[in-house]
């Protein structure tokens, strides 16, 4: 701690000597030094409410008790959390709490984890002495994610706090006054944001829980696993709860440094798909068009023949940005083993023409807790809180830190706080280049930009921005997925770098999927081998190898009709090719038509691996559920495919291995491959249209979010059905 | 005998048209404010005065108002707010709606005043809103009489002070006379008390400073400089400085509002000022300062003298001056029955104690009411309004708590014969066996 003297006050708790900083609330200071005080309203994210009175606590000089939660420290404290006093309090307000509360422990789902409960067991009478009628309160249908029985509510005001400070809309409120106020939704409404469902964590009781998982397990018969998720480039903590294997519900695992306590709904409600009918349950071939079960061994060994009897420069791998580091790095090495370098993992970048450019891989450009420091912020072509709601909070505390947030995209989007400047309605490419100008001021534009930006003047808000990111101490450039899959992302990235070097601002990329990084780094790449060491001769990208007629064609957890953007008729072009091999958890049509073998693969719970996530943070985690069907981990199908075909090295027992072999095999590799602009951009014409733009739908992002029934179900899922994707 | 009337807030009532500026000035109106405007009186002069004079908030919690207006941060630039709390709801009181009807310029001559002397350019007056019919039009007339005479407003009178007053109506709720909820009510939000600290001298109307004045303490200020601090202090005893609005109503010959000096002796005022208890009957109890107070039965009251300090070593306070009285024929559990409800129904639901323990109580006197008390009951009622005392946000779980507390104290035989005689008042047995 680097406080002066005046910053300190010495208290005293519980006879203890403590210091403690000033201005602290007592709860603050009891939590630091492990004194548990009981409370329910308080929570470290939210503001302080102080309407729950558990937290009483006994002040020396001071004839009420007090709340530890609004009571700020000052020297010479005296206080006690224990003394006849103080329980007697929390004793009164536990009380209280019981008379109206339905008591309804065995039916429901809190039962076990509930803060009532557990206090209750602490500060609780054995026996009632109210023996008045109780209230009740009528439920209401907030929504697929969360269920509502309101009769067991405390008034703590968590959720309505989350609305008004974490979401930045309001949903929930508390109306009525004494005996009935009430929590409601305003107007019968659903609930509708993308962190909502963080409300069934903070209730401290029953009151509102997870609608899927209502009355399907009991909290104490789980167990509690740690994974990632999948969905997006945040790498997001987890918790699955276990019942004999079988995933039940997920819940937050706190890292402050990445998604705090929140977690995003897609994280918390995906592990429904894990269980959908498309799950494809045991590996099947076609023949002659039809299709028929096969058993591992003979689908393996067809592959395995299939990839031998196949021309090296006629096979080519398509894989997911899902693939964990370790399944990267055997898809890297079986292709290196047969000799093709036709293997990419950028499923919708449209524009590689300056790959070689690329940077080792994309990052945010600084820490995903950095964010909410910044003074400054462009996030230009994204939409930020469908691609990674995550960082759409973190930016959202940037702009109540007094941040200046400004987004330039085709579409207009609705953010919950204040955007300082929405560029919108023009091509992106048009749109930077004004700012570009803009933060030129007059002097030389950098030489990749120059033909970008000639002849361009830059509008009002457009000086705005520039001045925004020049102006702040932290300032941030971030190209978000509509950027990354524009039709012109070479000059769309030429320009967002120029805006970050005039303005001294740092540049960053929002990528796709949960492993971009990890695969462009195992050399998922057609132009770089592992460490991003340059490929003497570049192979096919996605886009190349579809037009091309190839032998084989290996997809790793990707449906082409719905996650190749790439290149436009996937599903045709994949269609053509002589064979495809498809190593997939779901069936779909897409996949029925154009694959000639499938091979069931475990989702992201019966998997183990390794993500490495938009900050470079490497997060390895375990499997948490039991296969589905014959579904086995990609890791090891890939690794049981490498020794079917001979290759060397493939003899790992686990995934642990695997990624032991791929740090030594990456050693010292050049961390210093930054994005460095080469060559001069020209304009890209139609390429820069608006309307042209490839947005994916909050609940569309992967194939496992598109199969979680809650999830399809929300207001956001319907409205994107409809055509509308903000 | 001989206790003169209407010297402080009611000083133009004998006049027509008391409520009129032309009324106002004839009783020396805005000699201090125009004193202020012509730069003869700085807010240190101001606010030494009014401690003097020993003027305490009138509103019902009787702190020093001089003191409360020191509070405010002197050398801080930005908006300052003053707010009059005209949310007269505590029941018995209707003294402030009459300064409002009949002397509003006493009340906006004492905001300037105030927020003069605080440095506020900005005032409201919250009034509640049952009194839309009259008051509140009242109280705007005067306002827009006092803008065109030029005393209120940008720059007045190029003495460079700017004042604006505002009348803000509030929708019927009595947590918004607690002086926080009344902030939040201001802002267009539900009026629910806020934590303190920060206290609204600190972060008080839109987070800013912001001091919170009850109407008769605003309007007593004018007479104050008008006629001196000593001149006001010795009107009532020590420690009670001033008149007081005496809200007088049930069992009683003349109900109404006396303004009277402090310290008057409750036996004259009940006496002489309102013609005795209602049909020459035997005073039984007596609540003194509105129902938020702790009642006290006749003997103690009748010993009393009305201020602050004889009313609290009694054992109730002065409240907000609303005298309940009740006679020999009055059934102390209905009464508490409907005090009760009261607090229940006004209770606004967010912190515990009061959200559950307000409808408890009510509840429980309810069954006691119709005959299915138990006598065990009396004892919960007891410990229920004690573990709602102290341990709320604001001052409306004491407010519940004490009539409570206060009438088992003194009236404990009258509770435990309800319980033992299925619902049956020791009263009606009274009655009955005198008919």
């Known amino acids: 701690m680097t406080a002066t003297n005046d910053d300190i006050v010495n208290i005293e708790i519980d006879g203890k000597l403590v210091e403690a900083r000033k201005g602290q609330m007592i709860i603050e200071v009891t939590d630091s030094i492990g004194v548990y005080v009981p409370r329910f309203c308080y929570h470290e994210k939210l503001s302080i409410a102080a309407n729950c009175r558990m937290c009483l606590v006994e002040v020396e000089k001071s004839p009420k008790p007090m709340p530890a939660c609004a009571t700020p420290v000052v020297e010479g404290m005296k206080l006690f959390t224990k003394s006849p006093h103080a329980i007697a309090a929390q004793k009164a307000t536990m009380e209280f709490l019981l008379i109206n509360h339905p008591l309804d422990c065995p039916i429901c789902d809190q039962g076990g984890e509930c803060e009532l409960q557990d206090l209750a067991m602490g500060f609780g009478r054995d026996i009632s002495r109210y023996n008045d009628r109780k209230r009740v309160i009528k439920d209401q249908n907030i929504g697929p994610l969360v269920s509502t029985d309101m009769t067991r509510c405390i008034h703590c005001t968590r959720c309505v706090r989350f609305g008004e400070e974490i979401q930045g809309n309001p949903q929930l409120g508390m109306t009525g006054r004494g005996e009935y106020a009430k929590i409601t939704t305003y107007v019968e409404q659903n609930i509708d944001h993308e962190l909502s469902a963080n409300i069934i964590d903070l209730c401290p009781v029953g009151a509102l829980n997870n609608k899927p998982y209502r009355y399907s397990a009991r909290a104490w018969e789980m167990e509690q696993r740690a994974t990632i998720s999948p969905h997006d480039c945040v790498g997001t903590n987890l918790y699955a709860h276990v019942l004999r294997g079988t995933v039940k519900r997920i819940v937050p695992r706190e890292n402050e440094s990445i998604n705090e306590t929140w977690i995003s709904d897609r994280d918390r409600f995906s592990y429904e798909a894990i269980y959908n009918p498309d799950r494809l349950l045991s590996a099947r071939i076609k023949e002659n068009g039809k299709w028929r079960d096969i058993g591992w061994e003979d689908a393996l060994s067809e592959a395995a023949d299939v990839l031998r009897a196949a021309t090296s420069e006629k096979i080519g791998f398509i894989a997911s940005p899902a693939a964990t580091v370790e399944e990267s790095h055997l898809l890297a090495r079986l292709a290196w083993h047969l000799q093709t370098a036709n293997i990419d993992h950028r499923l919708g970048r449209r524009d590689i023409s300056d790959q070689d450019n690329d940077p080792l891989y994309e990052t945010l450009g600084c820490g995903i807790d950095e964010l909410e420091n910044q003074g400054a912020i462009l996030v230009a072509g994204s939409n930020i809180r469908a691609e990674a709601p995550i960082i759409a909070h973190r930016l959202r505390k940037a702009s109540l830190r007094g941040g200046a947030i400004s987004f330039a995209n085709a579409e207009k989007y609705e953010y919950l706080f204040d955007v300082a400047d929405y560029l919108s309605g023009a091509g992106l490419v048009k749109m930077l280049a004004g700012i570009a100008v803009a933060a030129a001021g007059g002097e030389s534009l950098p030489d990749s930009v120059e033909a970008l930006c000639a002849g361009v003047e830059a509008d009002d808000a457009q000086r705005r921005i520039a001045a925004s990111l020049q102006d702040a101490d932290d300032a941030l450039v971030l190209l978000g997925n509509i950027a990354g899959r524009h039709a012109a992302y070479a000059a769309v990235r030429a320009l967002g770098a120029a805006i970050a070097q005039l303005t001294r601002a740092k540049f960053g990329n929002i990528t796709e999927g949960p492993n971009a990084a990890g695969a462009s780094l195992a050399g998922v790449l057609p132009h770089r081998e592992r460490g991003g060491k340059a490929r003497d001769d570049a192979g096919k990208g996605v886009a190349e190898m579809l037009d091309s007629s190839l032998d084989v064609v290996v997809l790793v957890n990707v449906e082409p009709d719905a996650d190749i953007h790439a290149t436009t008729d996937a599903v045709a072009k994949l269609a053509q090719q002589k064979y495809v091999v498809a190593l997939t958890p779901f069936v779909s049509d897409a996949l029925l038509e154009v694959a000639d073998l499938l091979l069931p693969i475990g989702t992201f719970a019966e998997n183990s691996g390794t993500y490495i996530n938009v900050a470079g943070t490497w997060q390895s985690f375990s499997g948490v559920a039991n296969p589905v069907g014959e579904s086995r981990p990609c890791w090891k199908v890939l690794r049981v495919l490498g020794n079917l075909i001979d290759a060397e090295g493939f003899d790992y027992v686990t995934s642990a291995d695997v990624i032991e072999d791929f740090k030594s095999r990456l050693g010292d590799f050049d961390h210093s491959i930054a994005y460095q602009a080469a060559g001069k951009f020209a304009k890209p014409g139609t390429a820069d249209a608006p309307g042209d733009e490839i947005d994916i739908a909050l609940y569309s992002v992967d194939a496992l979010v598109r199969r979680a029934t809650a999830l399809q179900l929300t207001l956001s899922a319907q409205r994107a059905k409809a055509g509308d994707i903000a | ?435």
Request: aromatic share 10%.
């Open chain 2, 1 to 435: 005998m001989g206790y003169e009337q209407n010297l402080v807030c009611f000083n133009t009532l004998d006049s027509k048209e008391s409520w009129s500026l032309a009324t106002y000035e004839q009783h020396d109106g805005y000699e201090t404010w125009r004193k202020i405007l012509a730069g003869k009186l700085t807010p240190e002069q101001i606010i030494s005065e009014v401690k003097a004079s020993g003027l305490r908030g009138r509103g019902g919690a009787g702190f020093p108002t001089g003191l409360k207006w020191s509070f405010m941060p002197r050398d801080v630039a930005g908006q300052k707010y003053l707010v009059c709390n005209s949310d007269e709801s505590e029941p018995g009181t209707c003294h402030d709606r009459d300064i409002l009807r009949y002397n509003p310029h006493s009340l906006i001559e004492g905001m300037a005043i105030a927020a003069y002397a605080m440095g506020a350019t900005i005032a409201y007056n919250y009034i509640r809103g049952e009194f839309l019919d009259e008051p509140v039009p009242r109280f705007d007339a005067a306002v827009k009489e006092a803008y065109e005479a030029g005393l209120l407003g940008k720059n007045i009178q190029r003495s460079g002070i700017d004042f604006d007053l505002h009348t803000f109506v509030g929708a019927g709720a009595y947590i918004c006379g607690e002086e926080t909820a009344l902030l939040e009510s201001l802002e267009g939000k539900q009026g629910r008390p806020r934590f303190k600290p920060p206290f609204p001298a600190h972060f008080g109307l839109y987070g800013k400073p912001t001091t919170i004045n009850n109407t008769q303490s605003l309007a007593s200020v004018p007479a104050i400089m008008r006629q001196g601090a000593a001149w006001f202090a010795g009107l009532g005893p020590d420690g009670s400085g001033g008149t007081a609005l005496f809200s007088v109503s049930g069992h009683i010959e003349k109900p109404g509002n006396y303004e009277l000096p402090m310290g008057i002796a409750f036996k004259d005022l009940l006496n002489d000022i309102c013609g005795g208890v209602l049909g020459g009957r035997r005073l039984k109890a007596v609540i003194p300062g509105g129902s938020s107070c702790k009642v006290l039965p006749a003997e103690i009251i009748m010993e009393c003298t009305m201020d602050y300090n004889a009313l609290q070593e009694a054992g109730s306070s002065f409240g907000t001056g609303a005298v309940i009285v009740m006679d020999e024929t009055t059934c102390m559990v209905r009464v508490l029955r409907r005090i009760a409800r009261f607090y229940m129904a006004e209770s606004c639901g967010q912190c515990t104690p009061c959200r559950e323990g307000t409808g408890w109580l009510y509840r429980m006197l309810t069954r006691i009411v119709e005959g299915r008390g138990e006598e065990a009951d009396l004892q919960i009622l007891v410990d229920v309004a004690g573990k709602i005392e102290g341990h709320t946000i604001c001052a409306l779980g004491d407010a519940a708590a004490w009539p409570v507390q206060s009438f088992l104290d003194h009236f404990y035989d009258e509770f435990a014969y309800m319980v033992r005689n299925d619902g049956r008042s020791i009263v009606d047995v009274a009655a009955e066996a005198a008919a």
